[in-house]
């Protein structure tokens, strides 16, 4: 009922850009926190940054001064602008969020919330 779909990632050389996106679709009544999470190969996933509904946000000490997440509200998407990165910086990266879905059960509106992952998008810095 809900997707959540990661693009923008592709390979880079070590110093370079990347702004990967998060498109949410599906029966959504709202969008809480979203956020960004990575794995790197054989390493466990990290989470990155977040994000509230009401924009405010959070990172992990080892991306801050260098990523900014951001999302609007009105397309349901969320973005991450990762500038300055590092061949450590490699791996996949996931978005996840807190989604309150609608659902018609009987002819009663249900509201339902819960965390959706999407499936990645891998990110490769080069040195």
């Known amino acids: 009922q809900v997707q959540l779909v990661e693009s923008g990632g592709g390979l880079v050389q070590a110093g370079g850009s990347l702004r990967l996106s998060c498109a949410a679709s599906?029966?959504?009544?709202?969008?809480?926190?979203m956020g960004w999470y990575r794995q790197a190969p054989g390493k466990q996933r990290e989470w990155v940054a977040a994000i509230t509904s009401g924009g405010s946000t959070n990172y992990v000490d080892f991306v801050k001064d260098r990523f900014t997440i951001s999302r609007d509200n009105a397309k349901n998407t969320m973005y991450l602008q990762m500038n300055s990165l590092k061949p450590e910086d490699t791996a996949v990266y996931y978005c996840?969020?807190?989604?309150?879905?609608?659902?018609?059960?009987?002819?009663?509106?249900?509201?339902?919330?819960?965390?959706?992952w999407g499936k990645g998008t891998l990110v490769t810095v080069s040195s």
């Open positions: 996840k969020a807190e989604i309150t879905t609608t659902q018609v059960l009987g002819g009663l509106i249900h509201h339902r919330g819960m965390d959706y």
């Open positions: 599906g029966r959504i009544f709202s969008i809480n926190a």
